[in-house]
Nanobody, 120 residues
Framework: QVQLVESGGGLVQAGGSLRLSCLAS????????MAWYRQAPGKQRELVAA???????TYADSVKGRFTISRDNAKNTGYLHMDSLKPDDTAVYYC??????????????WGQGTQVTVSS
């Protein structure tokens, strides 16, 4: 069974940096898309950044120039490097991936979420 596990969240002061990691485990054949979403209290979950298997990336306007998404295909791991953090970035961050496995075929998966809190 494929699972996604995030790590790297925490408390940081405004202007600081954090790096989130997302490890995909299981009988994985390919990770077609790896993305990061976030959900702040009282708000809808929103896409932060995504990277395709081709290497192309997309970012929410609110994080462009501050966040960088990357992936290590050999390690089945994705990363979100966050710089110049603002209090508005406070949210639970979720890893999301579209993965092809030999058991479940092509399927969408979510991690359990990791809290990021930015203090002013």
């Amino acid at each position: 069974q494929v699972q996604l596990v995030e790590s790297g969240g925490g408390l940081v002061q405004a202007g600081g940096s954090l790096r989130l990691s997302c490890l995909a485990s299981g009988r994985i054949l390919s990770i077609n898309v790896m993305a990061w979403y976030r959900q702040a209290p009282g708000k809808q979950r929103e896409l932060v950044a995504a990277t395709q298997i081709s290497g192309s990336t997309t970012y929410a306007d609110s994080v462009k120039g501050r966040f960088t998404i990357s992936r290590d295909n050999a390690k089945n791991t994705g990363y979100l490097h966050m710089d110049s953090l603002k209090p508005d970035d406070t949210a639970v961050y979720y890893c999301n991936a579209i993965i092809r496995s030999d058991v479940e075929g092509l399927k969408n998966y979510w991690g359990q979420g990791t809290q990021v809190t930015v203090s002013s």
